[in-house]
């Protein structure tokens, strides 16, 4: 019971830390990174467009962009 209490407050800690967000006006642009991703449905005839930006790598930190 204990080992499946400290495995879960282990992988608690994980995702919580992979959530952070930072400001893209505190990062060098240099270093963002952006992932697109377009959906297109026949059906109703509409593109859906998806755009994650990261620090570091593509695997970084998600940044909010700031309009400054």
Not at 10 to 25: M, P, V
Not at 33 to 44: M, R, S, V
Not at 58 to 65: A, M, S
């Amino acid at each position: 019971m204990r080992y499946t209490l400290f495995i879960l407050s282990i992988f608690s800690l994980f995702i919580a830390s992979s959530c952070q967000r930072e400001s893209s006006a505190d990062v060098n642009q240099d270093r963002i990174f952006t992932h697109y991703e377009l959906f297109y449905n026949a059906n109703t005839d509409i593109t859906y467009v998806r755009a994650w930006f990261r620090f570091g790598s593509i695997t970084g930190t998600l940044l909010e962009l700031a309009s400054q």
